[in-house]
C-alpha cells in the first residue's frame, strides 16, 4: 500500500487533470433521458483513455428500446419511450494476471442539466479547482466515482502491480432517467464476482437503498363560475380527499416498517396542479407522488396494490368520484437494493479501507435509489456502492467534489482490486 500511496503522489496531478478534463465535456441528459442525451463525446473521451491504457476490450453498446422493452416485462425495471439516439454504453475490461475475482465498477456519464447556470460561479462546464475542490456539473454525481475506477486501474500500472483478477469498468448512459444504461448492460449479460457502484456517498459504504415508485393521479371535475360553486364539482377538493387518505396509508406504514439502515418508507407529494383562476370552479387536478419503500419488507407490487385501493376507496367514499373515478399512471419504478454485510466483498472493502485510510468504514443505507439495485437484484452479483464525493452537491448549482476524497477513493479502488481478487 505505501508503494500505491507514494505513486498517487507522484501522478496526483495527471490523475486529477484526467477528472477535470472528463467534467469540460457537457455530457447532460434532457429531461431526466426521456429527451435524449449529449454522453456520445463523454464516452469517446473515456474510450481513447482506455485504449490508451491497454485494455484487453473495449466494447460500444448503443442502447436498444428494445432491450429495455425485455427487462421491464421480465424484471419490471425500465424506463420506456426515452430518445436513445447517438446514446451508448462503453464496457472495458483488464484481464487479470492471476485468475483471481472480478471485479466490476459501476457509473454512469450522464449528468443532470445546468439550467441555473447564472447562479453558479463559475460556467458548469468549465471546471475550476478552489480549496481543494474540483467545481463543475457532474463532479460529484458522478464522473468523481467513474474516473476514480478508471484511474484505480491507471494507479496500478503505473506503480507496476499485477492485477489479479479481471477488472471490468462499465460506464453506462440514461441513469438520471431511471437506470436504462445499467438495466442494458446486465440485460447483456456483465457480471463478475464482485460490482463497486462507484456513486457519491459521502466516505459511508451503502449497503442498502430504498425501492421507488413515481405515481400521477387525474381528476376530473366540473367547472364553473366561483359565484355559483354549488352547481360545480372542484376537482381540487377531490384530489385533497385522496391525498388525505394516501397520508393516513403512509402513516400505517411508519408504524408498520423499520430498517436498522434504512429511513422508514415515505409518500412525498411533488407536484399538484388543477384549475384555470381563482374565479373559476377548477373541472380538472392532478398530483405526481414518489413512494419510497423498504426492499425484502416491501415489494413494488404491494406499493402499487395498497397505494391503488388506498385511492380507489377514497373514490368510492365520494358520490361524484364514485361515478368519475380518478386514473392513476405509473411514470418509473425502480426495485430496492439490500447486500448482506457479512459477505466477503465486505469484508474485504472494510480491510482495505481500514489499511488505506486509517479509519473504519461507516455503513449505512441510502435514501437515493441508483443503479446498485440492478447488479444485485437481476446480474446476482455481490454488490457495495461507494464513491467520492457527498449527496447535498449531486444536482446542485456550484456542484463540487473534494480531491482528497477523489484521490482516496482511487487508492481504496485500487487496493480493493489487488485483495479482492487474489482468490477465486
Known sequence: MKNLRETLEKNRETYIKALKDFVAIDTHDIGHGIG?????????????????????????????????????????????????????????SFRGKSGGRSLLFNGHIDVMPADAADGWTNP????????????????????????????????????????????????????????????????????????????PTDDTLILAHMGWVFFKVDFTGLACHSGEKKNGVSAIEKAIKVIDALNEMEHGWLLTYKHPLLPPPSLNIGVISGGTAGSTVPGDCSFSTCVHYIPGMMSQEQVVAEFTETV??????????????????????????????????????????????????????????????????????????????????CHAVDEWISLDSYLESILVYAGLILEWGKVK
Open 36 to 92: 435524449g442525451g449529449l454522453e456520445k463525446e463523454g464516452q469517446e473521451y473515456l474510450v481513447e483513455m482506455l485504449r490508451s491504457m491497454g485494455a484487453d476490450s473495449i466494447e460500444t453498446d448503443p442502447m436498444s428500446e428494445s432491450v429495455i422493452l425485455e427487462s421491464l416485462e421480465k424484471y419490471q425495471e425500465g424506463n420506456t419511450g426515452h430518445n436513445q439516439e447517438n446514446r451508448m454504453n462503453v464496457y472495458a
Open 124 to 199: 458548469p462546464f468549465e471546471p475550476v479547482i478552489r480549496d481543494g475542490k474540483l467545481y463543475g456539473r457532474g463532479a460529484a454525481d458522478m464522473k468523481g466515482g467513474l474516473m476514480a475506477s478508471v484511474m484505480a486501474v491507471r494507479l496500478l500500472q503505473d506503480a507496476g502491480a499485477e492485477i489479479p483478477g479481471d477488472v471490468i469498468i462499465t460506464s453506462v448512459c440514461d441513469e438520471e432517467g431511471g437506470g436504462n444504461g445499467s438495466i442494458q448492460a446486465v440485460m447483456r449479460g456483465l457480471k463478475a464476482d464482485g460490482v463497486v457502484n462507484c456513486e
Open 312 to 393: 380507489e376507496r377514497a373514490a368510492r367514499a365520494d358520490a361524484w368520484m364514485e361515478k368519475h373515478p380518478p386514473v392513476i399512471s405509473i411514470y418509473q419504478t425502480g426495485h430496492g437494493f439490500e447486500m448482506d454485510e457479512e459477505h466477503p466483498l465486505v469484508d474485504e472493502f472494510k480491510k482495505v479501507y481500514a489499511d488505506t485510510l486509517g479509519r473504519k468504514a461507516r455503513v449505512a443505507g441510502s435514501h437515493f435509489g441508483c443503479d446498485s439495485r440492478l447488479w444485485r437484484n437481476i446480474a446476482g452479483c455481490p454488490t457495495i456502492q461507494f464513491g467520492p464525493g457527498g449527496g447535498a452537491q
